[in-house]
């Protein structure tokens, strides 16, 4: 009775199936990757998954996942079960937003305990449908396993300041990988504590910041921010979602990787048409990347024809939102405090602060 009394983090893989993430992170089955969570939260905590879902199989040509009955009526469950304080995605990917249309959020309304959702990606939907929610929290923030794809890539990077002696290309990628292997135990481990220290009303590990590349802020305001990858965000824009998914007054924001430009410009003259731009109160643009070549300019420049030509909008940037490393919690649906200060360069400082009184979702 005792056991069945603790709250539960329930880890799934509603995209991608995880078997990729297992093999990555050295875990010989799904219930010793579960163990190794438990390991870190725990003993106040139940951890559980179901192997079957997580380790699915996947076949593009013939539509992708072939079990969406079986993961709606696991997402549905935990949205209904009160003893679940939050839904950990061990996987993005893909074959995740088809099924959202059949998921009824509105127990979320009426939960007595509160449910958090970690993910990003095509986890998009689940984060903000969960985060506007009376009873939901949602944090855009990466998968378990993702920092050992995005630390090869910020190694491949950083070379200079990893690596002193000079090395040739194919060195440089090889040392990058094994750079990323050795540490992805520890990430997992450091992942899992900012997951319990958020359940428990403690700010994460890492502050947010980005820089004010136009528009002006005061020195301190408020501002709750919606939306996440590029194109799982547009889908949020239409139909049955337009009255959930209200921007009047709040921040959106956006990053992807492996977007074309013209594929941006596309994809924020949708948002634009949706009228997204002209309620919101602002603009983050996460980290945007192709092939390794960083995107940031490009991708603000073609923001600046999508933006109201009536008022000027604050556009803020960070590297520690998207498809990147390292990353840092981002609150989607609640409160959060802008400071902005003065910086090096041109640009302003802006400091995205957790709320002093943090959100505490599991009671002692």
Excluded at 48 to 64: C, F, H, P, T, V
Aim: aromatic share 8%; net charge positive.
């Amino acid at each position: 009775m005792e056991r069945m009394s603790k709250p539960i983090i329930h880890l799934t893989a509603p995209a991608n199936p995880a078997d990729a993430t297992l093999k990555s992170l050295k875990f010989r089955s799904t219930k010793e990757l579960i163990q190794a969570a438990r390991n870190v939260v725990g003993a106040r905590y139940r951890v559980r998954g179901k192997a079957r879902l997580i380790e699915a199989k996947l076949d593009e040509s013939s539509g992708g996942r072939s079990d969406d009955r079986a993961r709606i009526e696991e997402l549905q469950s935990v949205i209904e079960d009160e003893r679940v304080v939050a839904l950990v995605t061990l996987k993005g990917g893909g074959w995740l937003t088809r099924i959202i249309p059949h998921l009824d959020f509105q127990p979320l309304q009426k939960r007595k305990t509160p449910l958090a959702v970690f993910g990003f990606s095509e986890i998009t939907p689940l984060v903000n449908l969960i985060g506007i929610c009376r009873r939901g929290y949602g944090f855009y923030y990466m998968t378990p396993g993702y920092p050992i794809t995005a630390m090869e890539r910020y190694a491949r990077q950083n070379i200079r300041k990893l690596r002193q002696t000079p090395m040739g290309s194919r060195a440089i990628g090889a040392f990058a990988k094994r750079w990323a292997q050795r540490q992805g135990r520890e990430q997992f481990d450091a992942y899992f504590n900012d997951v319990a220290a958020i359940l428990e009303g403690r700010a994460p590990s890492r502050q947010l910041t980005g820089k004010l590349m136009s528009g002006s802020l005061p020195k301190e305001s408020v501002a709750t921010m919606i939306g996440g990858c590029l194109s799982l965000v547009t889908p949020l824009t239409v139909g049955a979602y337009t009255k959930q998914m209200n921007p009047s007054g709040k921040w959106i924001v956006l990053e992807d990787l492996e977007e074309a430009p013209h594929r941006i410009d596309r994809q924020f003259a949708h948002i634009k048409l949706a009228g997204w731009f002209e309620k919101c109160a602002g603009v983050l643009i996460g980290d945007f990347h192709s092939g390794g070549r960083d995107q940031t300019d490009e991708t603000i420049a073609i923001l600046k024809y999508h933006l109201p030509s009536d008022r000027v909008v604050p556009v803020i940037h960070t590297k520690l939102v998207g498809h990147t490393w390292p990353q840092a919690v981002l609150p989607i649906g609640r409160k959060l405090t802008l400071r902005c200060e003065k910086g090096r360069g041109k640009h302003r400082d802006v400091i995205i602060g957790w709320p002093h009184e943090g959100w505490r979702i599991v009671c002692d």
